[in-house]
């Protein structure tokens, strides 16, 4: 099946918007995310068992789901969303599923008609075939969901117009049948930047009708890789789960046969992943505006509560899934956190990429607590640890990160209690750096880069080792886990050919 969209070479800043009142259901990302689904079909019990951790629905672009899974989908929380593919769906096929599913609530209109290869059908063949839809969705108390369009380049032709557009199509259909029963807008789109897609749903907000991306993935550029889908899949989907006007969205596709590279959540084999499935599933950046973070705490830089003209990506760091990029000049993240009394000074860390010198403030509650100028660091995705020290207000605070430049990305910062410096250095110039210290969960060394092959252990004060390891030559950075260490002391040894340090961390 081709697809044709408009191409977007350009990043455009963008806003989360709030919708009418009649949109405030939508739900936020979960556990199971209610909006989050798939189309494809042809799936397996197994298939169900890894997919319903966070895929809620559906559809397969026909009336009934496939027989593998018809009888016990219900059992794993899913839902089956029909679909009238043409104006020459099976009516008895779909009224069988429909009687005997009676909590089935939804049923989507007509595939991509404003393209000649797909359901081929002219605005006015659309609306005069819609009164067949609405009989079935009175007869089963049915939400009804539009014709599903996007920009075609195989585009039909009515009255002298040309619809490649998708939105003069919908304009056609709504003007031949004004008072028809429509629910929801059913839209696709393979445009690959997340701030794209927001510009493009917004253009069919005007409607007034909750939106169902039905179709989305990035595909619209000659050349994909993975990386680059991830990226979008992860901008995309920070942004559908916020924007109330979306009800629904459903990634294409499942298929498993590898012919569409980087687009299959599905492996050949039933029950498993591919890498970029295991991200559509588990992927959920919170932006919970109730919830306070605990200080000390490190805050994914995803997780942030509210913010103005960011967007999320993939990062390559050496540890996170996603990044916050697209900084340009006055936009800001908003993060909630919530400090202990009895201490007034803490040290933060920024885990920051940047492609040109910049600065960053640091502020509590919009009052300027610090200024942190920020050097290139080589590229995007090039990083480097930045520290400062600031004074933070006992209670529920809103931190606010705002640039009056931009052009670095952000991949997490940490706030520690600023104590005494306890890093002690066994031999001279050991040109090696360990924090944050204390540590929470995550400690990092950096090395000189012509220190070769470097090892890493820990040990606690008796001298009994905890953990070793090797960081391969070329590894400026390393990053231990000290999430599972007990609070106290420990020692952390670094060597290699030219030199070797120690240094009291406390945990």
């Known amino acids: 099946m081709y697809h044709y969209s408009k191409l977007y070479l350009f990043k ?140 075609s380049g195989n585009p039909v032709i009515e009255n002298g117009v040309t619809f490649t557009d998708p939105v003069v199509y919908l304009d056609a259909f709504f003007a031949a049948c004004p008072n028809c029963q429509v629910d929801y807008i059913a839209v696709h789109n393979y445009m690959c930047y997340s701030g794209a897609l927001a510009d493009y749903i917004t253009k069919f907000k005007k409607y007034k009708r909750p939106i169902w991306l039905t179709e989305f993935a990035c595909w619209d550029q000659p050349t994909i890789t993975l990386d680059m889908q991830k990226g979008y899949m992860m901008g995309a989907i920070d942004y559908l789960e916020g924007d109330t006007c979306v009800f629904r969205y459903s990634w294409f596709n499942g298929n498993r046969s590898g012919a569409y590279p980087y687009l299959d959540l599905l492996k050949p084999q039933a029950g ?146 600023a104590a005494q410096p306890t890093s002690i250095r066994v031999t001279e110039e050991a040109n090696v750096k360990v924090y944050p210290n204390p540590v929470i969960d995550k400690l990092v060394i950096e090395t000189a880069a012509s220190s070769g092959r470097t090892q890493v252990s820990i040990l606690n004060l008796e001298g009994r080792l905890l953990f070793t390891q090797t960081i391969p030559e070329g590894n400026t950075e390393f990053e231990l886990d000290f999430s599972n260490y007990k609070s106290g002391s420990y020692i952390v040894q670094t060597k290699n050919a030219n ?9």
């Open 272 to 417: 498993q992943l591919t890498d970029l499935g295991k991200l559509y599933v588990t992927f959920n950046p919170v932006h919970d505006p109730n919830f306070y973070s605990g200080i000390p705490a490190r805050l994914e830089a995803e997780n942030y509560s509210t913010m103005s003209g960011i967007a999320i990506e993939a990062t390559k760091d050496i540890s996170g899934t996603a990044d916050v990029g697209w900084i340009d000049a006055n936009d800001w993240l908003e993060y909630n956190i919530e400090v202990p009394a009895g201490t007034a000074d803490y040290n933060v860390f920024f885990r920051i990429a940047a492609n040109a010198t910049s600065s960053l403030e640091l502020r509590e509650n919009n009052v300027l607590l610090q200024t942190l100028n920020i050097p290139t660091t080589g590229g995007w995705q090039n990083w480097k640890t930045m520290q400062t020290t600031i004074k933070l207000t006992e209670g529920k605070q809103k931190l606010q990160i705002l640039t009056r430049k931009g052009q670095f990305n952000l991949n997490w910062l940490e706030i520690t209690t």
């Open 12 to 151: 455009k800043v963008f806003s989360l918007m709030l919708c009418l009142a009649i949109f405030a259901n939508a739900a936020h990302a979960q556990t199971m995310s209610k909006k989050r689904g798939m189309a494809y079909g042809y799936h397996s019990e197994a298939d169900l068992t890894v997919l319903s951790n966070s895929v809620s629905w559906w559809y397969n672009w026909s009336v009934q789901p496939e027989s593998t899974v018809a009888n016990i989908y219900q059992n794993y929380g899913m839902d089956f969303v029909p679909m009238t593919w043409s104006g020459s769906f099976n009516e008895t096929a779909l009224r069988a599923y429909y009687a005997s599913h009676p909590n089935a609530r939804y049923l989507l209109g007509f595939n991509e008609p404003n393209f000649t290869t797909q359901s081929n059908m002219k605005p006015s063949q659309a609306a005069a075939a819609w009164p067949r839809l609405e009989k079935i969705a009175k007869d089963y108390n049915l939400k009804i969901v539009s014709p599903a369009v996007n920009y």
């Open 499 to 507: 030199t070797s340090s120690s240094h009291l961390i406390i945990k």
